[in-house]
């Protein structure tokens, strides 16, 4: 995953979910990339709600107190101090209302660039817990293993091996087929609202 971010502001302006084994050049990123102003950050995994984009383009997390000592972030609050966690948390008649991911959506409460990356995270997470329900990481990496085992040993026909990580795969697969279509909105709202932004709002 590459993400695009002002360079003074840390406002982020670009999310591509491409792997970055693909290796993507700047204007592949992102059309519109302008290096006197932009800086392009990299990961494998979940974007953090703090970080900072090392020397090599790499997003590292960023803790609270490094926060604090660089003033780097300006954290926002309404009148009572508390700070909503949109577009998860909205108020409605005076309270704190909590949307799920599927609600946001419906509701079309991602307003931001940055609502839209929050909930892709929030989605990833999602579909991450649930594999692990099914497969958690040290049988997940066994039954790898397992199969590239299968592999080198010339593939032999109707071995456990190969049954085990199809039939992981297959649930694996099953998984985020049954969050591909909400996937599918939050990227086409984020396409939406980056579109206005170049726009102009119109």
């Known amino acids: 995953m590459y993400i695009v971010r002002d360079i003074e502001s840390k406002k982020i302006l670009h999310l591509n979910p491409a792997p970055i084994s693909q290796e993507l050049r700047e204007k592949d990123i992102y059309g519109d990339f302008d290096p006197a102003t932009m800086e392009i950050g990299k990961t494998d995994g979940e974007i953090p709600d703090q970080f900072e984009i090392n020397q090599y383009?790499?997003?590292?997390?960023?803790?609270?107190?490094?926060?604090?000592?660089?003033?780097?972030?300006?954290?926002?609050?309404?009148?009572?101090?508390?700070?909503?966690?949109?577009?998860?948390?909205?108020?409605?008649?005076g309270e704190v209302v909590n949307a799920s991911i599927e609600k946001?959506?419906?509701?079309?409460?991602?307003?931001?660039?940055?609502?839209?990356?929050?909930?892709?995270?929030?989605?990833?997470?999602?579909m991450g817990h649930r594999i692990s329900l099914e497969y958690n990481a040290g049988y997940e990496m066994k039954l790898t293993k397992n199969y590239l085992s299968w592999l080198k040993d010339g593939q032999p026909e109707n071995d456990d091996r190969e049954k085990d990580f199809n039939q992981m795969q297959e649930t694996i697969d099953k998984i985020k087929e049954d969050h591909k279509e909400l996937k599918q909105k939050i990227e086409?709202?984020?396409?939406?609202?980056?579109?206005?932004?170049?726009?102009?709002?119109?």
């Open 57 to 93: 383009g790499f997003i590292e997390p960023q803790d609270s107190q490094e926060i604090e000592e660089i003033g780097a972030y300006e954290i926002p609050s309404d009148e009572t101090g508390y700070q909503l966690d949109e577009p998860f948390e909205y108020l409605e008649d």
């Open 104 to 126: 946001v959506v419906e509701k079309g409460l991602m307003t931001t660039s940055e609502h839209c990356i929050k909930a892709l995270n929030r989605l990833n997470k999602i």
């Open 188 to 202: 086409e709202r984020q396409v939406e609202i980056e579109k206005k932004i170049k726009t102009g709002g119109n």
